[in-house]
């Protein structure tokens, strides 16, 4: 996942508050003791969505935090250990990690009016995956059997339903996969699996304007540009009721302008503070500031890919490269306390994080440093180009990392900058790039081997490294195959030691949220998402 | 502008196109209406005398001495920043010098103007970006100068179909703001430098010339003497380049030197944009943008660049005032 | 006259066609995937961009696409941006608020522009002509990126008039300083091209003439001075008005105005084909507009001047 701030996929749990780790969030959030209105809505900091709403079509926080606030699927994250709690379904049940079979809640409803039943998930699914309907999350289903039929890797759908599902009646149906997936059950927190209405069906496009949800706030109007109105939907059955009366998402394009409106309360809650008032958000809000863990990691990658990068003496290249960076003062100084230095390839907080993975490769120690590289043969050329996209505030520190390299380790380092994301992008998974490019990780579903698996197995959609260790294969197989979410987190943690070894990417630092909410309202508190617990939040009377 | 200066047009002076680097839908560089100076045919006895005349003025000018000694002396900072600061502007010491404010003991020291938020000396930074403005300055307007002046001279020149031809084109490209087309442009390219700039902003830019001249010439070459020279059996690049360039020459050097602080600040808008130089290559629009972010609590670390890129841009621009008041045979 | 402006919608043809097909290449020419970047940091399924590609036209050979693109804007169809809107709705959110802007930005360039350049033309060589020709130079030379942050910092943040960013784009008064800061130039340049003006007028004969005649100062400033001087004003603000149209890229971003420019810049970094092709038809159509009017208010004013 790339920047944090400008391109995260659409993230779950619109409740969960559990990785309030430290600072004012938690202090501000029990602060609160006038009186609420449970009828009154709160606006937050929002971006224009940038795909039409459909919930299988949002990558991007703009369009993800309203529909996880319009939809609600099987599962999402208990709020107080960030694991797995029953929304939808009743219960997921398997017996070898490959069928699952679903049990329906009875009573829940769609806004409008219908009820939610097994159907509305499996054609959903279904239509999501089938390429002719150009959702950006269908590859979320690939690991249902029968995935290959809808979405071959070319050429049109041979079929328009996946084999793997299975509808038995109005409350049951199975998921059958391609293979084990032990922690299949997490993702189906993700927004992509929500259930969609038997109208939606019969105009998909309008519907991507005008949708219509199961969640806890029902669709009111979009005005493009400005703001998506939602209110509380009154039939809602989920665990988590709202207890104010709706959330306003008001659209800005600058930080800068959100923050002048939260000082002036014409904003509620913000998304994250500018980087022009890290410095001083905590004494311009005092107990309304949040600084609170997020589940994201930024680190370096490397492209194994090219020749003068692999064989084993290159690692200790990469690990000495790792020691000559110093953390602790970039993310004080440049950074303003927005990140924590990484430790691990797993962010904080998330199911199966364990400090330390990384060792002293972590430390700043620039002679150590120094001797690592000549040991490993040194940087190709003695230069290295650090790629990175120029529109997500990433210049800042590439260059101070550029710096701590080079006059730690005569590295001769500069920053590369492309112009946008997507010209980054396209530069790195086309490989037109040599040595190191900026790239991260934002959970999509808080458990180590989201970090993991998709990023450095073999192939994986987001290996940009081209990184591949039979080892690390292995031991994540393994860890897939597992009888319990909690033996393959373990299973993970054997698998991320093998990272250190390799060094496929250094770890840099931990993404913070820094927000903060006006005197309207109270009970703000953040997830690891980044996200307020929406529904939580109490207007004052 | 379609057609200003159209044989068939009678008027005497054209629109100008306004100079506006931040509109989108901007016309043309920073030109007054008043630096279309069309060269008086009645005055061609004296054309020699006009250079000289010209020069006689300027020295009596202090708008134009001091705006030539400040840009021999950036021109100096641009080659040889190492003369003025022993300091690295690559060096950072984020431990020590985060932040940290300007130091005015520190007279011409590395710390004087304070260092930035990655711990550098913006003093030297300020110093050794002089060479990225200076050089995309001068190289754009040699560059439209010479594309736009031979193009302008030829369609002039020679008028009918190959006229009709250039001055679509003109048009075409007039049509396309200059800082529009350059945003679309840089992001063509994976690595910018100053000379990718420099052909972005050349490409974009040399109609301006072109229609500057081309309106020259046309004036020019309607007067007696060419017209007698023609009869004369002289040859067309005799003609050109004898005749009708030094006359036509003088409202094209007074439109480029002015456009020169334009082209400056074009550089700096975009690369505070974050389209135009990237490092190592160190550019005061690059710092500018980065000093937004601690702008709250460090301004010093704006004003220096800013007051830098301000200072040069006027400079060349009271040079262009100054040319074009000492060759505008009207205010004279 | 009316042959003459016939001539010049004609010789409008070839230079819209032109103007849009080199925009059109710039933007679809260029690298960076926009169909590709849609999935973040996940390797997009190659089958399902190419059926993206195919609904947005991409997969077609590029004169192909031109030619699709213009015969669906001879419909008046500017097509659909990446986000689902049509490209249409997105520019009718955006014209308005760079129309009022622009006004703003206009009247400043009037109300203020005009009369320094006045009083500095009368008056040459005094202090005041001196005072208003040093300002001007200095806003010239202030990259308007740099007196944006000064403006917004004194006025927002220090003197606390105005918020920093505009909350409302809708809302006349918040757009009036941003309206200040992107008239600060043209005003600079109002002021200096009056003076001239004026500067060159006292010397003609009609003034000599006039006042030989003893007519009263200021019926000669007035009724002759001012009329005459003007005329290179009006078609500057003339051509200046077409161009404010086409909204500012870097006052509307520094100050958070949802206008023309600040769409466009979003556009090119998103690689919103679509978007930036559309919104560029219309500014090059204004442009042309603009300068066709200009040249005929020329005439209208300067009685010398007879288009064949």
């Known amino acids: ?541 | 502008m379609p057609d200003v200066h159209d044989e068939n047009d009678p008027k005497p002076l054209p629109p100008p196109g306004s100079g506006h680097l931040d509109y989108v839908g901007n016309q043309g560089l920073l030109v007054e209406q008043d630096t279309l100076i069309e060269p008086d045919p009645a005055k061609r006895e004296e054309a020699r005398s006009l250079w000289g005349d010209a020069w006689r003025d300027l020295r009596h000018r202090p708008i134009f001495l001091i705006s030539a000694a400040l840009i021999v002396l950036l021109v100096i900072i641009a080659i040889f920043p190492g003369l003025f600061t022993n300091a690295n502007p690559r060096q950072s010491n984020l431990v020590l010098n985060y932040l940290r404010r300007p130091d005015w003991t520190d007279f011409f020291g590395a710390g004087w103007f304070g260092y930035d938020g990655q711990g550098r000396s913006i003093y030297a930074r300020v110093l050794y970006g002089a060479r990225a403005s200076i050089t995309v300055g001068i190289c754009v307007t040699l560059a439209v100068t010479l594309l736009g002046g031979i193009t302008g001279m030829v369609a002039g020149y020679f008028g009918g179909w190959i006229d009709s031809v250039v001055s679509r084109i003109i048009d075409i490209f007039f049509g396309i703001p200059l800082l529009l087309g350059a945003l679309v442009l840089l992001n063509a390219f994976t690595y910018r430098n100053v000379w990718t700039v420099v052909l972005a902003l050349a490409f974009l830019g040399w109609t301006q010339l072109a229609r500057v001249m081309r309106g020259a010439v046309l004036t020019v070459k309607q007067s007696d003497y060419v017209v007698a020279g023609k009869a004369l059996g002289a040859g067309t690049g005799r003609l050109m380049l004898r005749h009708i360039l030094p006359n036509a020459v003088a409202p094209v050097i007074v439109v480029a030197t002015i456009a020169l602080g334009g082209y400056i600040t074009a550089e700096a808008t975009l690369s505070f944009l974050g389209i135009g130089l990237q490092d190592p290559t160190i550019s005061w629009g690059v710092d500018i943008s980065s000093a937004q972010k601690v702008i709250r609590t460090a301004p010093y670390v704006m004003f220096f660049p800013a007051a830098a890129l301000s200072i040069t841009v006027l400079a060349f621009i009271m040079l262009g005032d100054a040319v074009r008041d000492a060759l505008d045979p009207k205010l004279r | 006259m009316g042959s003459y402006v016939i001539r010049r919608v004609l010789q409008m043809i070839p230079v819209f066609l032109g103007a849009t097909l080199l925009i059109f290449l710039m933007v679809y020419t260029l690298p960076g995937d926009p169909i590709a970047a849609m999935y973040g940091d996940k390797a997009a399924d190659p089958a399902q961009v190419a059926s993206l590609r195919h609904q947005f036209y991409l997969d077609q050979p590029l004169w192909k696409q031109y030619l699709h693109y213009m015969n669906n804007i001879l419909h008046l169809d500017f097509g659909t941006s990446f986000t689902g809107r049509s490209v249409s709705s997105i520019m009718a959110d955006a014209f308005p608020v760079t129309i009022r802007m622009a006004l703003i930005a206009f009247f400043f360039e009037i109300v203020v522009g005009l009369p320094l350049g006045v009083l500095s033309g009368l008056k040459r060589g005094s202090v005041a002509d001196t005072l208003v020709l040093l300002l001007t130079l200095l806003v010239i030379s202030i990259p308007v990126f740099v007196l944006g942050y000064i403006a917004q910092t004194v006025f927002a943040t220090n003197l606390g008039w105005v918020t920093p960013t505009v909350q409302d784009s809708t809302d006349i008064t918040q757009l009036l300083l941003p309206g200040a800061v992107l008239a600060a130039l043209s005003l600079a340049y109002v002021a200096r091209l009056t003076r001239t003006s004026i500067g060159e007028n006292l010397r003609a004969d009609y003034i000599r003439t006039a006042t030989a005649k003893g007519l009263p100062r200021r019926t000669i400033i007035v009724r002759h001075l001012l009329r005459n001087s003007l005329i290179p004003v009006v078609t500057f603000l003339g051509t200046d008005l077409g161009a404010l149209m086409g909204g500012a890229i870097v006052t509307e971003g520094i100050f958070n105005v949802k206008g023309v420019g600040n769409i466009l810049y979003r556009a090119i970094g998103q690689k919103e084909g679509p978007t930036v092709v559309g919104i560029v038809t219309v500014l090059v159509i204004v442009y042309l507009v603009a300068s066709l009017l200009v040249d005929l208010l020329y005439a209208v004013l300067d009685p010398r001047i007879r288009y064949a």
């Not at chain 1, 939809?71 to 709020?79: E, I, M, V």
């Not at chain 1, 030691?497 to 903060?516: E, H, K």
């Open chain 1, 1 to 541: 996942m790339p920047s944090a701030t400008r391109v995260r996929r659409a993230v779950i749990g619109a409740t969960s508050v559990a990785l309030l780790a430290t600072g004012c969030g938690s202090s501000g959030g029990s602060s609160g003791s006038g009186s609420s209105d449970a009828q009154k809505t709160f606006s937050y900091q929002s971006s224009e969505p940038q795909n039409p709403l459909q919930p299988a079509n949002a990558n991007e926080t703009g369009g993800g935090r309203i529909l996880q606030n319009l939809f609600k699927g099987l599962a999402d994250y208990d709020p107080s250990n960030a694991q797995l709690r029953m929304q939808v379904a009743d219960s997921i049940d398997t017996s070898d990690s490959q069928t699952f079979n679903v049990t329906l809640k009875t009573g829940w409803t769609f806004h409008d009016g219908t009820p939610v039943k097994s159907a509305n998930f499996v054609n959903a699914w279904n239509w999501a995956a089938t390429t002719a309907n150009n959702q950006i999350n269908s590859s979320w289903f690939s690991d249902i059997e029968g995935y290959q039929d809808v979405h071959p890797a070319s050429g049109a759908s041979t079929k328009t339903t996946m084999s793997g599902l299975t509808v038995v009646d109005d409350t049951h149906f199975t998921i059958k996969l391609a293979g084990k997936v032990s922690y299949f059950p997490y993702k189906l927190g993700y927004i992509a699996f929500s259930p969609l209405p038997d109208a939606f069906f019969n105009d998909p496009v309008g519907y991507g304007q005008k949708p219509v949800g199961n969640g806890p706030y029902q669709f009111v109007s979009w005005d493009h540009n400005t703001q998506v109105v939602t209110k509380t939907y009154p039939g809602y059955m989920g665990v988590d009721k709202p207890k104010n009366g709706g959330v306003v998402f008001k659209m800005y394009t600058t930080a800068e302008a959100a923050y002048a409106d939260l000082q002036s309360n014409n904003l509620d809650v913000m998304d994250q503070v500018p980087p022009s008032a890290l410095a001083t958000y905590k004494s311009d809000l005092g107990d309304r500031a949040i600084d609170s863990a997020q589940g994201a990691i930024q680190n370096i990658g490397f492209t194994l890919y090219q020749p003068e990068w692999q064989g084993a003496n290159t690692a200790k290249v990469r690990q000495g490269l790792s020691m000559a960076i110093d953390r602790n003062t970039i993310t004080k100084t440049v950074l303003q306390g927005s990140r924590t230095p990484a430790s691990a390839w797993v962010a904080e907080g998330v199911e199966g994080y364990k400090a330390g993975t990384c060792g002293d490769f972590c430390n700043f120690d620039p002679a150590k440093a120094k001797q690592l590289i000549t040991e490993g043969g040194g940087v190709p050329g003695n230069s290295l180009k650090i790629t990175y996209n120029a529109d997500g505030g990433h210049k800042e520190w590439v260059d101070a990392v550029c710096n701590s390299i080079r006059q730690n380790t005569g590295v001769d380092c500069v920053g590369d900058p492309k112009a946008d994301f997507k010209t980054a992008r396209q530069a790195i998974t086309g490989h037109q790039i040599s040595g190191a490019f900026r790239t991260g990780w934002v959970q999509d579903y808080p458990l180590n081997a989201n970090f993991l698996a998709d990023v450095y197995k073999t192939g994986a959609a987001a290996n940009d490294f081209g990184y591949s260790s039979p080892q690390f294969d292995q031991l994540a197989n393994q860890a897939d195959a597992a009888p319990s979410i909690q033996d393959s987190a373990t299973g993970y943690q054997q698998a991320e030691a093998v990272l250190a070894q390799d060094m496929p990417a250094i770890p840099l630092w931990y993404y913070r949220t820094n927000s903060g909410y006006s005197t309207n309202v109270q009970n703000v508190t953040f997830d690891s998402f980044g996200n307020p617990a929406w529904t939580q939040v109490e207007v004052k009377g």
